[in-house]
């Protein structure tokens, strides 16, 4: 159980690292902070520089503890917080697939972050070897999971869509 644990920490965590890295500093074809302010902007998130900080830090950052299993349920609960975001922002209209830019690519790779907080890292984790999965209960899984998906909500209640221009 624990190799499996492990691959999908690996996969799931360098996945949303990189992605945060796309973001941040335009790494792996991304359009770095400039880009992505602009694009946060347009879809109502002001100021977008700073959402894009946000956002590209929490993916980064939680990518990177889901990856080396540290810190329990806190790296899943940030992927789970932006993918709410990328969902109800960028991918809500589409429907469900990714064909359609749905919200299957978001869908997934939250709940396989909240499967991972809530099954925990494994054998193969730095939360194991530092002695911190016992920190780590299903309530407090739960939890922060919880608040991974306010936090979520919370962005998408601070979107000011740009409103649009009356046909002439």
Do not use: C
Not at 130 to 149: D, F, R, S, Y
């Amino acid at each position: 159980m624990s190799s499996g644990l492990l691959i999908a920490r690996l996969v799931l965590g360098l996945l949303m690292a990189a992605h945060g890295t796309q973001k941040l500093l335009g790494w792996f074809g991304g359009s770095g902070l400039a880009g992505t302010a602009g694009f946060f902007e347009s879809l109502g998130f002001r100021p977008g520089r700073l959402f894009a900080v946000l956002a590209s830090s929490a993916e980064l950052t939680g990518g990177v503890l889901v990856a080396v299993g540290l810190l329990g349920p806190l790296g899943p609960a940030a992927v789970v917080a932006v993918m709410v975001v990328a969902a109800g922002s960028v991918h809500w209209n589409g429907g469900l697939f990714a064909m359609t830019n749905g919200i299957e690519v978001p869908l997934l790779y939250a709940t396989s972050a909240a499967a991972l907080a809530l099954t925990g890292p494994g054998a193969y984790s730095l939360d194991r070897l530092l002695g911190l999965t016992p920190l780590w209960t299903p309530a407090i899984a739960w939890g922060a999971l919880a608040l991974g998906l306010a936090g979520g909500a919370a962005n998408l209640a601070l979107r000011r869509p740009v409103a649009a221009a009356p046909a002439a």
